[in-house]
Antibody, heavy 119, light 111 residues
Framework: QVQLVQSGAEVKKPGASVKVSCKAS????????MHWVRQAPGQGLEWMGI????????SYAQKLQGRVTMTRDTSTSTVYMELSSLRSEDTAVYYC????????????WGQGTLVTVSS | DIVMTQTPLSSPVTLGQPASISCRSS???????????LSWLQQRPGQPPRLLIY???NRFSGVPDRFSGSGAGTDFTLKISRVEAEDVGVYYC????????FGQGTKVEIK
């Protein structure tokens, strides 16, 4: 069965960076794009970007351009999302979510990683 | 960006009764490939989102048939035929026709 297992919660100071991992299993890793979506406390969902695990190409939300970097390690079937220059507004639960092959839909979601930015 | 607007934002329902959520997009969601990429997600308290419906009306694997989706163009609806206790949570519409954006969410709770 498809599983996306994310790394644990993080607490960071303003201005620092955070790197969240998402390990995929139960399917062919390089055949499915991976999205990152975040959710601030008590708020809705915000799409952050997408990575193609096959070639590593990425596309990011304009709002986060220059601060977000998505990478992958095909040897471990893991994708990473790094967010730099953190501010309090980046406090959120960060989710990885799998893109449906041959479509633009999103099907499976990771369990989420809480990132807290606080001085 | 395509803006997704859901109504209502809160929906108190009686167990066993139907519920309906509307979602309107700021522009047509018909993609150049002919598909309409409108999905519905369910987020139970303390859980990640879960895909219920994709491409307007297709139920995802394991989703009960009391959930159904309909609509076209810019107007879409999620219906729950008979609400059960496990249906409590927040429901989001999501478009994937032009990048990806979400509605604000509709909270479904039991009266």
């Amino acid at each position: 069965q498809v599983q996306l297992v994310q790394s644990g919660a993080e607490v960071k100071k303003p201005g620092a960076s955070v790197k969240v991992s998402c390990k995929a299993s139960g399917y062919t890793f390089i055949s499915y794009y991976m999205h990152w979506v975040r959710q601030a406390p008590g708020q809705g969902l915000e799409w952050m970007g997408i990575i193609n695990p096959s070639g590593g190409s990425t596309s990011y939300a304009q709002k986060l351009q220059g601060r977000v970097t998505m990478t992958r390690d095909t040897s471990t079937s893991t994708v990473y999302m790094e967010l730099s220059s953190l501010r309090s507004e980046d406090t959120a639960v960060y989710y990885c979510a799998r893109g449906v092959s041959g479509s633009y839909d999103i099907d499976y979601w990771g369990q989420g990683t809480l990132v807290t930015v606080s001085s | 960006d395509i803006v997704m607007t859901q109504t209502p934002l809160s929906s108190p329902v009686t167990l066993g009764q139907p519920a309906s959520i509307s979602c309107r997009s700021s522009q047509s969601l018909v993609h150049s490939d002919g598909n309409t990429y409108l999905s519905w997600l369910q987020q139970r308290p303390g859980q990640p989102p879960r895909l219920l419906i994709y491409k307007i009306s297709n139920r995802f694997s394991g989703v009960p048939d009391r959930f159904s989706g309909s609509g076209a163009g810019t107007d879409f609806t999620l219906k729950i035929s008979r609400v059960e206790a496990e249906d409590v949570g927040v429901y989001y519409c999501m478009q994937a026709t032009q990048s990806w954006t979400f509605g604000q969410g509709t909270k479904v709770e039991i009266k």
